[in-house]
């Protein structure tokens, strides 16, 4: 499997091979794809919801009021769960969304997903030079046909920093390492760009 390789520095369009990455795509894809895509999900999504049940309560430890002669429901504490400013019960608390998959699955899905990608996708040969102008990233995606308004994946390293300054502030453009490559984006967007760092991490991380 081949890739367009793209050269900011001298504007030259050649081949890349990415033999690696390459999966054989079948009829369980959009399966996979599904499942990858919520393990993704439910990885990072964080759990803010939370009350505080009687353990949790300061105070209520006097009992509010004599138990006989007011006519009222017998009580032991005012932070009892019947009472106005009491303790929830079964409320929710911060918890892990977390589901299991297994590595061999990732692996082969993420394939897939490159494979299925293939003809939107563009490794990027950056130039040593760390001064590189969002000027320089725009006309590059204008000469790999993006028009206004569509998404653009940017799949950088942390070694990429000059590359991730220039691009960060163009609009509809996501950023993303190859340690943790969302499905979900790669199947979104319309063009998909490798530095060619995080395609060479990449085609390490697939060799079989």
Do not use: W
Request: proline share 4%; charged share 30%; net charge positive.
């Amino acid at each position: 499997m081949k890739i367009k390789e793209y050269e900011l520095e001298t504007l030259s369009v050649s081949d890349k091979d990415v033999s690696p990455l390459m999966e054989e795509v079948g009829e369980s894809m959009v399966h996979n794809l599904y499942l990858l895509d919520n393990y993704q999900k439910n990885k990072v999504r964080v759990s803010c919801a939370s009350t505080r049940n009687r353990r949790l309560m300061n105070g209520g430890g006097a009992k509010p009021y004599k138990q006989k002669g007011t006519g009222r429901a017998r009580r032991g504490s005012s932070r009892s769960p019947l009472m106005v400013g009491g303790a929830v019960i079964f409320g929710p608390v911060p918890h892990s969304y977390e589901t299991d998959l297994n590595n061999e699955m990732i692996s082969k899905v993420l394939r897939q997903a490159i494979t299925s990608v293939s003809p939107k996708s563009v490794c990027v040969k950056l130039p040593k030079s760390d001064k590189l102008k969002t000027k320089q990233v725009e006309k590059m995606l204008v000469a790999l046909g993006r028009k206004r308004g569509d998404k653009v994946l940017v799949v950088l390293t942390e070694a990429d920093l000059a590359f991730e300054r220039a691009v960060r502030n163009i609009e509809n453009v996501d950023l993303c390492s190859p340690a943790f490559l969302p499905v979900g984006k790669l199947a979104c967007s319309k063009h998909i760009i490798f530095s060619e760092l995080a395609m060479n991490q990449l085609i390490k991380r697939f060799e079989k």
